[in-house]
């Protein structure tokens, strides 16, 4: 796949876009909830931790499973890529989503902290789960990748201001290389290449 040239898209990929945030939601979450654990809170460290927990789960099981439907319908459709499209480095995708999001992410981390006056931790672990949502749906993602032995891209120019929302109404259509392109394995994470003996 060339990396340049005259007509070119540059892409994102797709699973990369969908994960950027999970550990930054993860870490925050974690975060608010271990100093919220020693807040009283409202109603108390046991009942906040129980609902917090209720919460985690909730929240991973929805950010993982919305829009599937429209993954799925996007990811049938995709065009292969050509030849002069840029495929764009993992780093620079989750750099771009996380300075798209830092306020977002530092407005989230406050109210899931400031929650913890009322119930002690539950914010935080809701927060967790978003995290752990979005790593879930990428995780999906990915199995998907492999199945179909082609990795899923987006035009960069048709996410969000904040480089997010990988299945947004801008988004038309997926581009689709080969298993082996860019520098993300299936489901986004960082490809692990052999080491040189």
């Known amino acids: 796949m060339a990396r340049g ?24 979450g ?3 909830a271990g100093i919220g654990v020693f807040l009283p809170g409202m109603t108390g460290r046991r009942i906040g931790v129980m609902g917090g ?22 990811a049938g459709a995709a065009a292969r890529a ?20 830092r306020w977002w992410l530092l407005l989230a981390f406050v109210v ?23 790593r879930l ?3 999906w993602l990915g199995r998907r990748e ?5 990795l899923l ?11 997010g929302r990988p299945a947004g109404k801008a988004v038309r259509a997926y581009r689709g290389t080969g298993i082996a392109a860019g520098d993300a394995a299936p489901g986004g994470s960082r490809r692990h290449t052999a080491a040189l003996v």
């Open 5 to 28: 040239g005259r007509g070119g898209q540059g892409l994102a990929r797709v699973a990369v876009v969908m994960r950027a945030g999970a550990a930054p939601l993860w870490w925050l």
């Open 30 to 32: 974690v975060f608010a």
């Open 53 to 74: 927990a209720a919460l985690f789960i909730v929240g991973a099981a929805v950010v993982a499973c919305t829009r599937r439907r429209r993954y799925t319908a996007l």
């Open 82 to 101: 050509g030849k002069h499209d840029v495929l764009q480095d993992r780093a620079v995708t989750v750099r771009n989503w996380r300075r798209g999001h």
């Open 112 to 134: 899931a902290l400031g929650s913890s006056l009322a119930v002690p931790a539950a914010g935080g672990m809701l927060l967790a789960g978003t995290g752990t949502g979005l």
């Open 137 to 139: 749906k990428a995780a």
């Open 146 to 150: 492999r199945s179909g032995d082609a």
């Open 153 to 163: 891209w987006v035009r960069v120019d048709w996410l969000d201001r904040r480089a």
